[in-house]
């Protein structure tokens, strides 16, 4: 079973700086695009960044300049490094994955299984 994990939340004061990873386990054959998302209280979830498997990324408007996303497919891990955080930042953030994975099917080449996965979250909070 594939599964999303997120570390890397906390506590900051503006200014500062988190850097937040999202692994991914269980039977990967690849990971396609992977994106970070976040969801502030009362309001909607919106896309913070998204990395395809090539590398290519896309930023929202309001993180540009301030957020960088990686990847990296050894570790089938992504990461967001966050500086010059504001407290309009502060929010739960999510990992989103489209992956492919793969069952041993004894005989045969297996099974291929393509889905998109949520971690948990990991809550960032930005103090002024």
């Known amino acids: 079973q594939v599964r999303l994990v997120e570390s890397g939340g906390g506590l900051v004061q503006a200014g500062g700086s988190l850097r937040l990873s999202c692994a991914a386990s269980?039977?990967?054959?690849?990971?396609?695009?992977i994106a970070w998302y976040r969801q502030a209280p009362g309001k909607q979830r919106e896309l913070v960044a998204a990395?395809?498997?090539?590398?290519?990324?896309n930023y929202a408007d309001s993180v540009k300049g301030r957020f960088t996303i990686s990847r990296d497919n050894a570790k089938n891990t992504v990461y967001l490094q966050m500086t010059s955080l504001k407290p309009e930042d502060t929010a739960r953030y999510y990992c989103?994955?489209?992956?492919?994975?793969?069952?041993?099917?004894?005989?045969?080449?297996?099974?291929?299984?393509?889905?998109?996965?949520w971690g948990q979250g990991t809550q960032v909070t930005v103090s002024s």
């Open positions: 989103n994955a489209d992956i492919i994975s793969h069952t041993v099917v004894p005989g045969t080449l297996g099974k291929f299984y393509e889905d998109n996965y």
């Open positions: 269980g039977s990967i054959f690849r990971i396609n695009a």
């Open positions: 990395i395809t498997s090539d590398g290519r990324t």
